[in-house]
């Protein structure tokens, strides 16, 4: 999975990693468990069968790929304006590294295709409320998921437009979903793990920026250096305060900073 640093250039318009050929292994060995799941017709949640309370209900093998699409469309019921891009291409790097990581069943050609927006632009235009917290950001991520389909909407170019005119304009065709890629893109955290992610960055930067302004007041007004004294820190044994000690010596007498 990406790191915060990653996942910040990426939503804030850097490149996703390119996908490779370890990628493709991983994801067609879970893909074979799927198809042989449906050639068997093994029961199997959300892939032979219904979701929720249709958990008992059997989904024949030419259902399949239609079950997945309903599934996008009925949870797209999101509210509100729509989410800032750089959470929503947070999103997107989020939930192709999920899949690339080779566990969801999905084919290869839909996280090309996730990566592929990210590379052209393409950005889904996604209502900013209607997650469930904890189960997972399910009305998020389809709408995200129509995009793929070529429905929905996306931005592409400045311009908001249907999805699949966005995939066209960039390049790009939609995917037509096979068995489990529905509940593949949906089931997950990408739009709180996004958010959060992109705040913990500012947050860091702002504590930095607070931090560089107290050395300033600090020179300024000759303030006492005394109770930054790493001998204080060490015997209180609180680690935030210690290491924001440690940046002010750093900035003030040139000492060394402790991570």
């Known amino acids: 999975m990406p790191t915060l640093e990653e996942l910040e250039a990426v939503a804030r318009g850097a490149s996703p990693r390119p996908f490779d050929a370890s990628d493709r292994e991983r994801i067609g060995a879970a ?6 799941a449906l050639e068997s017709g093994t029961a199997v949640y959300g892939v032979t069968t219904g979701f929720g309370r249709l958990e008992n209900v059997r989904i024949a093998a030419s259902d399949a790929a239609q079950l997945q699409v309903n599934l996008l469309r009925s949870h797209a019921v999101g509210s509100g304006p729509p989410l800032p ?3 929503v291409r947070g999103m997107l790097l989020l ?5 690339r990581r080779g566990h969801s069943g999905v084919r290869a050609a839909l996280v090309e295709l996730v990566l592929g927006l990210l590379d052209r632009g393409v950005t889904p235009v996604i209502p900013s409320k209607g997650s469930v917290g904890s189960s997972g950001d399910l ?12 429905e929905g909407e996306a931005t592409y170019d400045g311009a908001a437009l249907p999805g699949g005119e966005a995939l066209a304009r960039a390049g790009l065709a939609p995917v037509a979903l096979s068995a489990k890629e529905g509940l593949a893109i949906i089931n997950g955290t990408h739009l709180m793990a996004a958010a959060g992610g992109l705040a913990v960055r500012d947050a860091r930067r702002l504590l930095d920026a607070a931090i560089v302004a107290v050395a300033l007041s600090l020179e300024a007004f000759k303030g006492s250096t005394v109770p930054f004294d790493a ?15 440690a940046r002010l010596r750093a900035l003030l007498d040139g000492s060394p900073v402790v991570a």
């Open 31 to 36: 893909r074979a468990v799927v198809e042989a």
């Open 85 to 87: 891009e750089e959470v």
């Open 95 to 99: 939930l192709a590294s999920s899949l």
């Open 139 to 150: 009305a998020p991520l389809a709408h995200l998921g129509l995009v793929l389909i070529g």
């Open 231 to 245: 001998r204080l820190h060490e015997l209180r044994r609180q680690p935030g305060p210690a290491v924001v000690a």
